[in-house]
Nanobody, 115 residues
Framework: QVQLVESGGGLVQPGGSLRVSCAAS????????MYWVRQAPGNELEWVST????????YYADSVKGRFTISRDNARNTLYLQMNSLKPEDTALYYC????????RGQGTQVTVSS
């Protein structure tokens, strides 16, 4: 049974940083490309970032490029998203997923950027 469990969300001020994590189980994590997607209230799911199996290939949406860093620890079956210089428009429910469309995703962790 595939499980993706996100954690680490919270309330942060504009300009602040946060790291969210995703614990994966039920499949061969080290063989899977992984993704972060997000959904703001009233909006559709938005692709945020992709990482290849080895972690040496990463891709970002223009809206987060230069501020967010995706990484993975295959020994711990864990995916990360380090978010710096956060903006109010980054407020969303953040999901890790096994596809870029987010069809196979976890329950999400809320990130709120507000003063």
């Amino acid at each position: 049974q595939v499980q993706l469990v996100e954690s680490g969300g919270g309330l942060v001020q504009p300009g602040g940083s946060l790291r969210v994590s995703c614990a994966a189980s039920g499949f061969t994590f080290s063989s899977a490309w992984m993704y972060w997607v997000r959904q703001a209230p009233g909006n559709e799911l938005e692709w945020v970032s992709t990482i290849n199996t080895g972690g040496d290939g990463t891709y970002y949406a223009d809206s987060v490029k230069g501020r967010f860093t995706i990484s993975r620890d295959n020994a711990r079956n864990t995916l990360y998203l380090q978010m710096n210089s956060l903006k109010p428009e980054d407020t969303a429910l953040y999901y890790c997923a096994r596809d870029p469309g987010g069809r196979d995703r976890g329950q999400g962790t809320q990130v709120t950027v507000s003063s």
